[in-house]
């Protein structure tokens, strides 16, 4: 399992992504869950996946392999608009997913990949996609400008009650360290490290990026900080009716 989200506020995009690949008892892996294509003034991808390791490792070398073709039917710099990038690495996923069906099918295991795609094309604006293992893909809505892969619920409700189209791309960066971590806490198949990408609107340069381990300096306060003012508002909640009565006679 793995967890990996994307934000879409007014002044760009933020991506997120967990590395764990496989836990358990003896056997704990990692794996970059994120890869960035950038060719400057002309178009900046982003691309995170969950699910069969197995198939997303073969889209990407589809992905490269089409790079290096000239005589190539498509690749990540031909589509105009980015949803036309989204529809092409649907329909990789796809073609792979074919191919591995029987034997996945005899051991009993998905070849199911999930995707997310964000970035921007010169003169058009920044998108973020969720594709499905079926091809077909969403984008995030106005009034939820966010989109998750892999082991989502534990990192949702921070996304539900911060996140905004308002919302500046640093507080949404702090947002989705903090989700990453809230998944980390409650799920052993999610873990460090942590990897962090944040895209400007129309820079069409290499987005800032950077992993977190759980020493990180940037991740160990946001993480302390968030525990702490968890527990004093969590402290200041409203009393019960029965105890404010009983402070009242403990006050006597």
Known sequence: MTYCLAVKVNRGLVLASDSRTNAGVDHVATYS??????????????????????????????????L???????????????YEVAQYIGKLSQREQQLHAK??????TSAESNFILGGQIN???????????????????EDTPYLQIGETKYGKPILDRIIAKSTTLEDAARCALVSLDSTIRSNISVGPPIELAIYENDSLE???????????????????????????????????????????????
Not at 36 to 65: D, F, H, K
Not at 124 to 137: D, L, S, V, W
Not at 219 to 230: A, F, N, P, R, V
């Open 103 to 108: 034997g996945m099918e005899k051991s009993n």
């Open 206 to 252: 290499a987005p800032f990026h950077n992993s977190y381990s759980l020493n990180s300096p940037m991740y160990k306060s946001t993480q302390k900080q968030w525990t702490d003012g968890l527990r004093k508002a969590f402290d200041q909640l409203p009393r019960f009716e029965w105890e404010k009565n009983q402070d009242s006679l403990t006050n006597k």
């Open 123 to 141: 003169g058009q604006a920044t998108e973020i996609f969720h594709i499905y293992p079926q091809g077909n893909f969403i984008s995030a809505s």
């Open 68 to 82: 290096n073709d000239p005589e190539a039917e498509f690749d990540l710099r031909q589509g105009k608009q980015l």
């Open 33 to 66: 869950k994120m890869r960035r294509y950038c060719w400057p003034g002309e178009r900046v991808c982003v691309l995170m996946t969950s699910g069969s390791l197995a198939t997303s490792q073969a889209v990407l070398n589809a992905i490269n392999r089409d």
